[in-house]
Structure formats: structure tokens, C-alpha cells
């Protein structure tokens, strides 16, 4: 599996870097955004306020790499997550 490459990092910066890598590769879903790029999303439990939390990334792919385009987190999930059917 393809790697995104980022700066050494210490601390917490690498907690949220493992978790933004996690997010990357195994995704919880992905979604089409702007040819060549797409969405993926993964939903966690933030270790620091005990929340759920979506980690959300803007992605291009290549045979080589995967370069992120934007990384965010947020707290509000059904504004981003499809509603369930029954």
C-alpha cells in the first residue's frame, strides 16, 4: 500500500498523524470529489475531549503516492455523513 510522505513529527503531532494516515489508507468510505481527486472519511474516538470525531481528507492518487490536498477534522457528523436508510 502506497504511503503519504510528511516531515518527522514529535508528540501529539504524531498521534494525529497516525491517526490521519489510518484515515487515508483504511477509510470508513470514499467518495468522488474533483477528477483526479477524492474524498475519504473515518470516523474515531478523539483520545483527548472523548468525542467522535471525523477525520476527512481531500486525496489525489498516483501509481507512486497519495498527496493530501486538505486534512480536517470535525465534531458535526450527520452534516457530512449520509443518513442511514432503514
Known amino acids: 500500500m502506497k504511503s503519504p510522505t510528511t516531515p518527522a ?5 504524531t498521534t494525529r498523524m ?3 494516515w489510518i484515515a487515508i489508507r483504511q477509510p470508513n468510505r470514499r467518495e468522488p470529489g ?4 477524492e474524498i475519504v472519511n473515518r470516523v474515531y474516538s478523539d483520545t483527548v475531549t472523548g468525542e467522535t470525531m471525523l477525520l476527512r481528507a481531500v486525496i489525489e492518487e498516483t501509481e507512486s503516492e497519495i498527496a493530501v490536498i486538505t486534512l480536517y477534522k470535525i465534531s458535526k ?9 432503514p
Not at 9 to 13: F, K, L, N, V
Not at 34 to 37: A, G, H, K
Open 9 to 13: 513529527s514529535t508528540g501529539r503531532a
Open 18 to 20: 497516525s491517526s490521519s
Open 34 to 37: 474533483r477528477p483526479p481527486r
Open 77 to 85: 457528523l450527520k452534516k457530512y455523513l449520509p443518513k442511514e436508510t
